[in-house]
């Protein structure tokens, strides 16, 4: 029971290190994005604009 055991463990151990080091790579691989956003940085009026609904989306 014992070397089953521990065939089981390092089996599990293996497809964890396999998951880590794909996890990692795609990780890695991914296009580097801002890590700020800015933000509208005004006040909005009572009811919602064109104008103000292109801001808050960041079309214009």
Do not use: C, D, N
Request: glycine fraction near 10%; avoid cysteine.
């Amino acid at each position: 029971a014992t070397p089953f055991i521990a065939g089981v463990a390092v089996a599990a151990v293996a497809l964890a290190g396999r998951y880590g080091v794909r996890a990692w790579q795609a990780y890695k691989a991914r296009p580097p994005a801002a890590r700020m956003r800015r933000f509208y940085e005004g006040g909005f009026q009572s009811t919602m604009t064109r104008r103000e609904a292109a801001l808050i989306l960041g079309i214009r």
